[in-house]
């Protein structure tokens, strides 16, 4: 059973940074992608990010482009999103998913390939 745990989210002022981690449990093998999303009350989650585990392509929607950087410790099964330069528009909760993909070696994955399973999110503000 996949599991997964967010924390690291806070209070900013524009131009800040913060990093997010996403403890996860149950991710067996490497044919997974493993995403970032965010939420607006009232709005639509949108990926943010992604990396596919078998080769560690990354992918960015284009406005984090740049500011973002996903990674994943295989070590000790973390996922983190570093945030730098954040600006008020990136208020949101954020939600570390994951999901099978079965990709072949190198593939990059788009977040939406990786939402099968989710945490329970953590807050993000930035204030201007």
């Known amino acids: 059973r996949v599991q997964l745990a967010e924390s690291g989210g806070g209070s900013v002022q524009a131009g800040g940074s913060l990093r997010l981690s996403c403890a996860t449990t149950?991710?067996?093998?490497?044919?997974?992608?493993m995403a970032w999303f965010r939420q607006v009350p009232g709005q639509e989650r949108e990926g943010v990010a992604s990396?596919?585990?078998?080769?560690?392509?990354?992918y960015y929607r284009d406005s984090v482009k740049d500011r973002f950087t996903i990674s994943q410790d295989s070590d000790d099964n973390t996922l983190y999103l570093q945030m730098n330069n954040l600006k008020p528009d990136d208020t949101a909760i954020y939600y570390c998913?994951?999901?099978?993909?079965?990709?072949?070696?190198?593939?990059?994955?788009?977040?939406?390939?990786?939402?099968?399973?989710w945490g329970r999110g953590t807050q993000v503000t930035v204030s201007s």
């Open positions: 998913a994951a999901g099978d993909a079965f990709l072949p070696f190198g593939s990059t994955c788009e977040p939406e390939q990786g939402s099968k399973y």
């Open positions: 149950g991710v067996t093998h490497v044919s997974y992608c």
């Open positions: 990396i596919y585990i078998d080769g560690m392509r990354t």
